[in-house]
């Protein structure tokens, strides 16, 4: 293993107070645990959104805390949940007097600690609703029982927007609920990563081989088999993501091209051109194409295409200008 390191018991505390010694304007802690993550100056009267999530997954989920997007994330260890004691020192920190959303991805441990402090909110007299992110169609058939992976993206910026402009905590997640109802998403791996605390890889590949439909904690997929070209990865993926949500001729829509940690620029926008030109040439009209690293797993190659149906509603939440250590967009 060989990893900028001090530790690997240390790994996501020494990461923490790195980001927190470079942007001190603009994030901080709760109290004394690093992991409790924050807005460095809420806004008054907002509607406070609260995420988190394991390490590993950077600019998620703790990227996304800033203006026009999240105001805090419990951070977990590496592929770990965070607390409900977490969550709810974060919630007293960031809540500004409009009530709480929390907006997380779809996995048991993180359900059970967001479920624990919203009850420990209520006894303070905290008003939480949650939502969580459920885009990965490839881990299931059942919607409500995907996984949450880089179409959470898309349910940021909605809530975030929406709670930004005065919205109030029903209409926040009413955003959050609209940009899930129109995202989906296809992942794919090509080589595995490695947990510092663990210190070999998470799974197995060989050379030659993918893995189409493996989650970024290293969950299985739908099948492994031969490198596939860009061409043929994008077709099978628009396949899939087209055959769950039906777009038509003049429909518009995002696009997301996500490394996950590993994959070179270069090669996210060779797929992403593939997938455009698929797209388009069902008549399905491309209002922005985002391409980047949004939701990683450590130093996994590989990608992940989200498609996200817009609406006037929708592409004005998605321009929206934020501001976090991780994005700017003005």
């Not at 419990?74 to 960031?94: A, L, N, T, W």
């Not at 058939?141 to 005065?166: C, E, H, L, N, W």
Request: proline share 5%; net charge negative.
């Amino acid at each position: 293993m060989k990893k900028i390191i001090n530790a690997p018991e240390a790994y996501v505390d020494d990461m923490l107070k790195g980001i927190y010694a470079a942007h001190p304007d603009m994030v901080k802690h709760a109290g004394d645990d690093l992991r409790c993550y924050c807005i460095a100056n809420k806004k008054p009267g907002k509607v406070a959104i609260i995420t988190g999530g394991g390490t590993g997954h950077l600019p998620l989920f703790l990227g996304y805390v800033g203006e026009g997007l999240i105001d805090g994330c419990g951070v977990g260890g590496v592929f770990q949940s965070p607390s409900p004691e977490q969550i709810y020192e974060i919630s007293k920190d960031v809540e500004a007097g409009a009530g709480i959303l929390y907006l997380y991805g779809n996995y048991t441990g993180d359900i059970m600690t967001f479920d624990m402090a919203t009850d420990l909110c209520e006894m303070d007299d905290i008003e939480c609703k949650s939502i969580v992110g459920a885009d990965d169609v490839n881990s299931h058939s059942d919607p409500g029982t995907r996984r949450g992976v880089a179409g959470i993206y898309f349910m940021f910026k909605a809530a975030g927007a929406k709670a930004d402009q005065g919205g109030s905590l029903d209409e926040v997640l009413a955003a959050a609920q609209l940009a899930k109802d129109n995202t989906r998403t296809v992942g794919f791996a090509l080589t595995p990563c490695i947990i510092p605390e663990i210190g070999h890889p998470n799974f197995e590949l060989a050379e030659d081989e993918m893995a189409m439909g493996m989650g970024i904690h290293g969950e299985p997929g739908i099948w492994n088999g031969p490198l596939k070209t860009s061409r043929e990865i994008a077709e099978e993926s628009l396949d899939t993501l087209l055959g769950d949500m039906p777009m038509s001729e003049g429909d518009e829509t995002a696009i997301l091209i996500n490394g996950l940690g590993a994959t070179s620029l270069e090669e996210l926008y060779i797929l992403s051109g593939d997938v455009t030109d698929i797209l388009t040439s069902k008549g399905i009209r491309i209002y922005k194409t985002i391409v980047g690293e949004y939701a990683t797993s450590m130093e996994m190659m590989g990608a992940s295409i989200t498609i996200c149906r817009l609406n006037d509603e929708l592409k004005g939440y998605l321009d929206y200008p934020v501001y976090t250590p991780f994005f700017c967009q003005k």
